[in-house]
């Protein structure tokens, strides 16, 4: 009825970041802060991403990355717009961006104790269809107070404090750990504010669908093969799995934490580290999975414990329902 339309205790992302500090006595809303100049930069990102279809932003940016990749203009546009939220923030002392080779050692007059490691756009290749794409960031604590180095961007994923990611998709939905539980928002236009919308979010223990890019098949080790045709012709009477693969990592990882199962992008013979990113997209994904009560697996360990050498440097990566990643494991074990 008519009440529930304006439900007034709205649970927004500020207050419920807020919640969150009061369990930590000792800061000194820092967090909340920095959170909220990544939160402004979704923002701003997702009103860029519904206008690239008028705004003629849809296109090449002329330039490549280091990733080899022809940059779109978004892919530009976002990268800029972090930058400058995370550095006006005050609360950053070292970023690391996909868009850009090196790490950004942030001016000294506005350095803060956090280290903030994120890809801007993800899943860029899909812009120019309208296909659901995202932002992805992780959050580590400088090592000591002392000056920024990158040894302090070259930590493992469980020092992590906090990692999430926003999907411009349907809706915009933010999803976001601190470390006790996942839980989703989804903005509001009308009051441009995210909601809790997708409280303490859980990931099924096993699932039904399986997430890869079938098209490397040939390139493909012996574990991984024999997982995908164990999803397409189970032997023990158990109904196949659904393929469900979107080419957008925060679009394929989102529904996987919703709906269960399993994203694989897999080392093949052609990279033998797989292609994503282990800073800014292992390893947060890694950690909503992980937080979820999912896991997450490098076809050697815990994706968690990698210790990256290099800012850029690739994984393969395995994870979601926990049950599917132990059979991942168990395969993996096998071929030791
Ligand atoms: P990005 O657009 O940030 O470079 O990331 C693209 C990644 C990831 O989003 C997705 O899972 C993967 O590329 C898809 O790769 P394939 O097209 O090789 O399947
Ligand atoms: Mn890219
Ligand atoms: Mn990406
Ligand atoms: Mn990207």
Redesign the pocket.
Known sequence: HAADAFRTDLMTITRFVLNEQSKHPESRGDFSILLSHIVLGCKFVCAAVNKAGLAKLIGLAGETNVQGEEQKKLDVLSNEVFVKALVSSGRTCILVS?EDEEAIIVEPSKRGKYCVVF?PL???SNIDCGVSIGT?FGIYMIKDGGEARLEDVLQPGKNMLAAGYCMYGSSCTFVLSTGSGVNGFTLDPSLGEFILTHPDIKIPKKGKIYSVNEGNAKNWDGPTAKFVEKCKFPKDGSPAKSLRYIGS?VADVHRTLLYGGVFLYPADKKSPNGK??VL??VFPMSFLMEQAGGQSFTGKERALDLVPKKIHERSPIFLGSYDDVEEIKALYAAEE
């Open positions: 996909e890809d993800d899943g860029s992805i990592m994503l990113r800014y997209e």
